[in-house]
Each structure stands twice: as structure tokens, then as C-alpha cells.
């Protein structure tokens, strides 16, 4: 044997510590920050000499001759060691750099869950048929896919004593306030409430908005909107006067216009208005902010159409113009709209399918069906889909949990009174 392999034996018995050792070490830290893979077993991180000791010969270098001497290696072993321990290193510096700096955000598609209690997620009011009993909730974090808050948040015991069709909004001070359908007929007004935080509401309220008018038959699918130009909100409802309207194939008792309020505490309302008139029967109105101009997307409840439209204003009163062609299937209603990424979404229920669908759209002028993209809870039903934070989606979510403790919490009364 040539006596200059001697040197370089005696420094392969006792190798010098590898980037193996440091990956291991480091290995759940690496995963969490989506390093490149490791490296192939046999090999350095950055280079492609055999580092398995005792099986291969160390390479020479790519110049013939003989190789350097016996101190020479040493120190080159050494540096060797130092750059692979570096270059593995940077696997957990810069991964974890690109991770802070690229980590996705709230975007629509994915479901993720926020990293902080401020951020956005997307709630759902909703009722259970046939008990009406009740506020509920479902939610999302993507806008596409839905759950079940377990829990029932507030009785309505006002009017007719059942709850459909509730609708949220929070105001510029943050309180959250809610309207609802409190009887299918013999109702002239809806239920409010409001709260703080989603889960302790106030004590309901009847708002009689069609007092006025003694031969109303019904008012329907209050929806609220802020009009923050002129820090009020506004609810629109649906409600049949027989005879102040021409009847088509509907029947004289269910031939609906829609009609508002306005107000700023909700302890004061302005007179009740005809709010649209669109020469057939419409109930399910619910005003979208498109910056710049506003739509209205609806149902249009003539027989044999009942399904839904939209229309363009340049005001939350309206005039509306250019009503749209049917958008949906017969049988459709309770349209909520949710603005996610780019895109808007439209949710309603296909009532004789017992189904929930949605439509998505850019412009409110052309449309594609999406429902194949989504997943809804069963027994969903419409109400209001809004933008909320996921402090607010935890307290939900405690307080329905709790609510699952038989001996912690009383039965929930399931009837109205």
C-alpha cells in the first residue's frame, strides 16, 4: 500500500460529526418549516463525494497525482465539516424565513384555521325546521365548506313565537343586531334583538312595521343593510296587501311587494315606504354594496317562475334597473350573499330538493353554478351569511359545546309558547 493512504485511513476511523446528525436533531423543527427534502442517504447536502465511512475510499480530486499530505487533509476535513454543518443550518433559517414571509393568509378556497382570534371567518344565521325555535348558526372558514355551531342562541317568544329567515348585521360600534320572520301569517311586524357578542342576546322585541296597514296578511324575510354613508340601516321585508296590487296566477293573499324602514338605534323607525315595486310578486330582497353602485338580488315569487333575479341601483333605495333573467331553478329562494377573494358568492336553498346551492359570480351579470365546490351542513336553511372573527367563532362554539351538557344546562324548550 502506498504510504501516503496511511494518513487519510487514520482520519476515516474517527470521522468528523455530519449534517446527518444535526438534521436528526432538528427534524421536527425542519418539518414544521418546509425544508428542501434530506439529503439522499450516502451523500453530503452539497456535494456528490460518498461520505460513508469505512465503504468508500475518499475521492482523490479530479487532478491525477498523488493527493495532498497528511496535514493538508486534516484541515480540509475540517472546513468540509464546518460548510456541511452551515449549509444544513440554512435549511432551518431561510425555510423558516420564507415561511414568515409566505405563509397563506385568509384566502378563499382554503380551509385553514386563523392563526389569531381577530381573524376573518364566515358565520351563517339559520333556523331548524319543523321546530322554528330558534337563532342558530353554521360556519366556515373558506366560504366553501360548512358546519354546524352546535347550540340554540335565542328564543324568540315574540308575535307568533317562531324564528325563520334571521338576518345579522353588526354596526360601526360593533354590536350585532338581528331581525327575524316571527310568524308565517297575521304577524304586521318582525322580532329584533341585539348583542354584543353573538352568544348573550338582548331580550326580543316586536317592531311593528306594518301596523298601519290592517290587512296585512303577512311581513317576511326581514333583511337589514348599513348604509354607512348615512350611518343608518335599513330593513326590507316582503308583505301582501290584498287588492293594492294587480294578482297574476299568485293568489290575492300571497302577491308580495317589498317595503322598508330606517333607523339608527333601533328605538326609532321612520314611516314604513314601499321600497320596489317591480310589477310581480318578490319576497327574499337582500341589498350587496359592489363599489361602485349597489345590486339587489331577490326571488321572484310569480307563479310559475319562484326563483331568483338581480337588479342594479346606483342607491340602497334604488331605483332598481335592468332586472336580470332567472339565475336559479324553480323552487329557490333565500338568496345570501358573501363577498370571498375576488368573487361573490350566492347562497340559496332549493326548498322542494332539500338542498342548499350557491351560484359565484364577478359582475353580478354572468354566473356559474358552484355548487360541486361547496359543503353544507343538512337541514340548512337561510338566513344571513356575514363576515366575523374567530374570537367570535369560539365563543359560539364554547357556548354550544356547553349547551351538549345535559347536567349543565337546562332541556331547551323546542315549542313556541
Same mark, same amino acid.
Given at each position: 500500500?502506498?504510504?501516503?493512504?496511511?494518513?487519510?485511513?487514520?482520519?476515516?476511523?474517527?470521522?468528523?460529526?455530519?449534517?446527518?446528525?444535526?438534521?436528526?436533531?432538528?427534524?421536527?423543527?425542519?418539518?414544521?418549516?418546509?425544508?428542501?427534502?434530506?439529503?439522499?442517504?450516502?451523500?453530503?447536502?452539497?456535494?456528490?463525494?460518498?461520505?460513508?465511512?469505512?465503504?468508500?475510499?475518499?475521492?482523490?480530486?479530479?487532478?491525477?497525482?498523488?493527493?495532498?499530505?497528511?496535514?493538508?487533509?486534516?484541515?480540509?476535513?475540517?472546513?468540509?465539516?464546518?460548510?456541511?454543518?452551515?449549509?444544513?443550518?440554512?435549511?432551518?433559517?431561510?425555510?423558516?424565513?420564507?415561511?414568515?414571509?409566505?405563509?397563506?393568509?385568509?384566502?378563499?378556497?382554503?380551509?385553514?384555521?386563523?392563526?389569531?382570534?381577530?381573524?376573518?371567518?364566515?358565520?351563517?344565521?339559520?333556523?331548524?325546521?319543523?321546530?322554528?325555535?330558534?337563532?342558530?348558526?353554521?360556519?366556515?372558514?373558506?366560504?366553501?365548506h360548512w358546519s354546524n355551531v352546535p347550540?340554540? #342562541?335565542?328564543?324568540?317568544?315574540?308575535?307568533?313565537?317562531?324564528?325563520?329567515?334571521?338576518?345579522?348585521?353588526?354596526?360601526?360600534?360593533?354590536?350585532?343586531?338581528?331581525?327575524?320572520?316571527?310568524?308565517?301569517?297575521?304577524?304586521?311586524?318582525f322580532g329584533y334583538a341585539q348583542s354584543?357578542?353573538?352568544?348573550?342576546?338582548?331580550?326580543?322585541?316586536?317592531?311593528?312595521?306594518?301596523?298601519?296597514?290592517?290587512?296585512?296578511?303577512?311581513?317576511?324575510?326581514?333583511?337589514?343593510?348599513?348604509?354607512?354613508?348615512?350611518?343608518? #340601516?335599513?330593513?326590507?321585508?316582503?308583505?301582501?296587501?290584498?287588492?293594492? #296590487?294587480?294578482?297574476?296566477?299568485?293568489?290575492?293573499?300571497?302577491?308580495?311587494?317589498?317595503?322598508?324602514?330606517?333607523?339608527?338605534?333601533?328605538?326609532?323607525?321612520?314611516?314604513?315606504?314601499?321600497?320596489?315595486?317591480?310589477?310581480?310578486?318578490?319576497?327574499?330582497?337582500?341589498?350587496?354594496?359592489?363599489?361602485?353602485?349597489?345590486?339587489?338580488?331577490?326571488?321572484?315569487?310569480?307563479?310559475?317562475?319562484?326563483?331568483?333575479?338581480?337588479?342594479?341601483?346606483?342607491?340602497?333605495?334604488?331605483?332598481?334597473?335592468?332586472?336580470?333573467?332567472?339565475?336559479?331553478?324553480?323552487?329557490?329562494?333565500?338568496?345570501?350573499?358573501?363577498?370571498?377573494?375576488?368573487?361573490?358568492?350566492?347562497?340559496?336553498?332549493?326548498?322542494?330538493?332539500?338542498?342548499?346551492?350557491?351560484?359565484?359570480?364577478?359582475?353580478?351579470?354572468?354566473?356559474?353554478?358552484?355548487?360541486?365546490?361547496?359543503?353544507?351542513?343538512?337541514?340548512?336553511?337561510?338566513?344571513?351569511?356575514?363576515?366575523?372573527?374567530?374570537?367570535?367563532?369560539?365563543?359560539?362554539?364554547?357556548?354550544?359545546?356547553?349547551?351538549?351538557?345535559?347536567?349543565?344546562?337546562?332541556?331547551?324548550?323546542?315549542?313556541?309558547?
Amino acid at each position: 500500500m502506498e504510504p501516503y493512504l496511511r494518513p487519510q485511513k487514520v482520519i476515516h476511523q474517527k470521522p468528523p460529526p455530519t449534517p446527518l446528525r444535526v438534521w436528526t436533531t432538528f427534524s421536527n423543527c425542519a418539518a414544521v418549516c418546509n425544508p428542501p427534502k434530506p439529503p439522499t442517504a450516502g451523500l453530503s447536502p452539497d456535494v456528490s463525494t460518498p461520505t460513508n465511512p469505512g465503504t468508500h475510499k475518499p475521492e482523490r480530486g479530479s487532478k491525477k497525482g498523488p493527493s495532498p499530505g497528511p496535514r493538508f487533509g486534516v484541515i480540509l476535513a475540517r472546513w468540509r465539516a464546518k460548510l456541511e454543518l452551515m449549509h444544513t443550518l440554512q435549511w432551518l433559517i431561510f425555510p423558516a424565513l420564507g415561511f414568515a414571509l409566505t405563509s397563506p393568509g385568509p384566502w378563499p378556497g382554503r380551509a385553514q384555521v386563523p392563526s389569531s382570534t381577530d381573524d376573518p371567518v364566515f358565520l351563517f344565521s339559520t333556523f331548524r325546521e319543523p321546530e322554528q325555535d330558534g337563532l342558530r348558526f353554521a360556519y366556515s372558514l373558506d366560504g366553501y365548506h360548512w358546519s354546524n355551531v352546535p347550540g340554540l #342562541f335565542l328564543q324568540p317568544r315574540v308575535g307568533g313565537g317562531i324564528m325563520r329567515d334571521p338576518s345579522i348585521c353588526r354596526g360601526p360600534d360593533g354590536k350585532w343586531h338581528l331581525v327575524w320572520t316571527s310568524a308565517w301569517w297575521g304577524d304586521r311586524g318582525f322580532g329584533y334583538a341585539q348583542s354584543q357578542d353573538l352568544v348573550h342576546w338582548s331580550e326580543p322585541r316586536f317592531i311593528p312595521v306594518m301596523a298601519h296597514e290592517p290587512d296585512t296578511v303577512n311581513v317576511w324575510a326581514p333583511e337589514l343593510f348599513y348604509d354607512a354613508p348615512r350611518n343608518r #340601516f335599513l330593513i326590507v321585508w316582503a308583505s301582501t296587501i290584498p287588492g293594492r #296590487f294587480p294578482d297574476h296566477l299568485e293568489p290575492r293573499t300571497n302577491n308580495h311587494r317589498l317595503y322598508y324602514t330606517a333607523t339608527r338605534d333601533f328605538q326609532e323607525f321612520t314611516p314604513t315606504q314601499l321600497f320596489w315595486d317591480p310589477g310581480y310578486s318578490v319576497i327574499d330582497a337582500q341589498i350587496v354594496f359592489t363599489d361602485p353602485g349597489y345590486v339587489l338580488v331577490h326571488k321572484d315569487n310569480t307563479r310559475p317562475e319562484r326563483r331568483l333575479r338581480v337588479a342594479f341601483g346606483d342607491s340602497p333605495l334604488g331605483p332598481w334597473r335592468d332586472i336580470s333573467p332567472h339565475l336559479t331553478e324553480p323552487f329557490t329562494e333565500g338568496p345570501s350573499v358573501l363577498k370571498v377573494g375576488q368573487e361573490w358568492i350566492v347562497y340559496y336553498e332549493a326548498y322542494r330538493d332539500r338542498q342548499y346551492r350557491a351560484l359565484k359570480t364577478r359582475d353580478f351579470r354572468r354566473f356559474h353554478n358552484a355548487t360541486a365546490e361547496m359543503t353544507f351542513p343538512a337541514g340548512l336553511k337561510h338566513g344571513t351569511a356575514f363576515l366575523a372573527s374567530r374570537r367570535d367563532l369560539e365563543r359560539l362554539l364554547q357556548a354550544g359545546q356547553h349547551q351538549a351538557q345535559p347536567t349543565n344546562h337546562p332541556a331547551l324548550r323546542t315549542t313556541p309558547p
